[in-house]
């Protein structure tokens, strides 16, 4: 599995950014994908993820102002950022996992791509 995240860049508070993940060498229609975050000096932390399903979970920072999709086809996720603030600049990693009822598998991370917010 090769996760090839883009999109990061330096962008004003207020402003938008769109995160790509690409997933490759697997069929990631019943894979967990996400984005995690980590700033200087601060543990990586859980942004948004979905489900194949569709269901998702958000960081409550940024509930409102962050959007999660997927495109299964295209073993694809995005990351829509809006409203962006100083505190949101991060590495942010892509991230996926099998998750079925009875198991987690092992998680895949993708390098990490940049995100800076001036005030």
């Known amino acids: 599995v090769q996760l090839q995240a883009s999109g990061g860049g330096l962008v004003q508070a207020g402003g938008s950014l769109r995160l790509t993940c690409a997933a490759s060498g697997n069929t990631f229609s019943t894979y967990v994908m996400g984005w995690y975050r980590q700033a200087p000096g601060k543990q990586r932390e859980l942004v948004a993820s979905m489900d194949g399903g569709g269901s998702t979970n958000y960081a409550d920072s940024v509930k409102g102002r962050f959007t999660i999709s997927r495109d299964n086809v295209k073993n694809t996720v995005y990351l829509q950022m809006n409203s962006l603030k100083p505190e949101d600049t991060a590495v942010y990693y892509c991230?996926?996992?099998?998750?079925?009822?009875?198991?987690?598998?092992?998680?895949?991370w993708g390098k990490g791509t940049q995100v800076t917010v001036s005030s």
């Open positions: 991230n996926t996992y099998y998750s079925s009822t009875y198991v987690r598998g092992m998680d895949y």
